[in-house]
Structure formats: C-alpha cells, structure tokens
C-alpha cells in the first residue's frame, strides 16, 4: 500500500493562476479530508467528503474547490491563487467504520505552496 | 470556543533524557484525545488516540496519560532518540473527525 499520495511535492504560483493539487489514497477508505498548515496555527480543515459523490466546506474553505468522483481521489482545486494561500497543505483518508479504527487518520506527505 | 494549547513551544533535550509534553484543551463534546509525530517535512503520524474511559496509552518509548476531569494530557517520552525530533501534535476531537488542533511542540533530541 502506497498509503495517501499527493502531488505536486512544491509549487510556485503566480496571484491569479489557477492550479490543483491532487490527492489519492489506495486504502479504499471512505472519508478524506484537506488541511492546511500554517506557522504558529494548527492544522485547519478546508473540504471534506465521506464517499463519493458527497462533499462539504470545512473551517477554511473560501477560495478552494474540491469533488470525489472515485473513492480514491480528491483533488484540491484553487481557483485564483492569492498570497494568503501560501501554506502546507495536507490530504488524509480514513474509514468509516465502528470501533476505535474509524478515528484513525492518515496523513499524505504535504504540497508546500508558495503564491507570489 | 474550542482550543487545544500545548506547552513548551520547543524544547531542547540530550540523547537519553525522558521528557514529557503537555496538552490543555477547552473542547465540548470531548470524543478523543490524538497525539500525532510530525517529521520535518512529512505529515503528521498518529502515536495514540485516547477516549474518555482511558487515561494512560503506550506506543513503544511514547506514553500518553489523559486526565479528563481536568483537561489535561501528556506525552512522555522515555529514552529519547535522535529519530524523536518532530513536532508532537495534541488533537482533541468533538466527533467524527471533527478535530482541534494544537500549534505542536518542536522537539529537537541533541547528541
């Protein structure tokens, strides 16, 4: 298992381009989730989906879009970079299912995004 | 309003030494407590997840104590490793992962 996969690792944007930032999870997990991650500030979460199909805004979630057309991508799309979306961002998937395993969550490596 | 604050901000230990990180929240409802291991670089690992009726967990030299009735939680660390330097992140959930985070606590283990 390649756990969750995102890509790209870093990029660099101009204000106003547009670019999205792909995610994917081989562990057939229903629920995934976008953070971002900025100095001094927890981790905040932006979108969410529980399958397919189902998505919903999270705490941070203006200036991003997101969809779930399979159960193993979820792509993060920003629409017109601004300078306030420079961040770590994060991706992470986790079942739904009774018990203790449902309140795991697994974490991708990052995309370091820097707008300019 | 929900906050999780974690103390010290950084801290500095030798090879060896035990230490142990501290976790305040002000959550409502309280589902569980997380502590997650961020690598520089990486994303955060989960060490433990603690519900309600537990108050102490282990993952291997890390243990994690929760007392709810005061709104606290550790993470100790015995032995220490030059592999421990990370930031250490308290997370307190609501429900279903709907979670609070804290600001972290970066560890740096010296030879």
Known sequence: NAGVTQTPKFQVLKTGQSMTLQCAQDMNHEYMSWYRQDPGMGLRLIHYSVGAGITDQGEVPNGYNVSRSTTEDFPLRLLSAAPSQTSVYFCASSPISPGLAHYEQYFGPGTRLTVT | ?111
């Open chain 2, 1 to 111: 309003k929900n906050q999780v604050e974690q103390s010290p901000q950084s801290l500095i230990i030798l090879e060896g030494k035990n230490c142990t990180l501290q976790c305040n929240y002000t959550v409502s409802p309280f589902s569980n407590l997380r502590w997650y291991k961020q690598d520089t670089g990486r994303g955060p690992v989960s060490l433990t997840i603690m519900t309600f009726s537990e108050n102490t967990k282990s993952n291997g030299r890390y243990t994690a104590t929760l007392d709810a009735d005061t709104k606290q939680s550790s993470l100790h660390i015995t032995a220490s490793q030059l592999s421990d330097s990370a930031s250490y992140i308290c997370v307190v959930s609501t429900g279903f992962q709907k979670l609070v985070f804290g600001t972290g606590t970066r560890l740096l283990v010296s030879p």
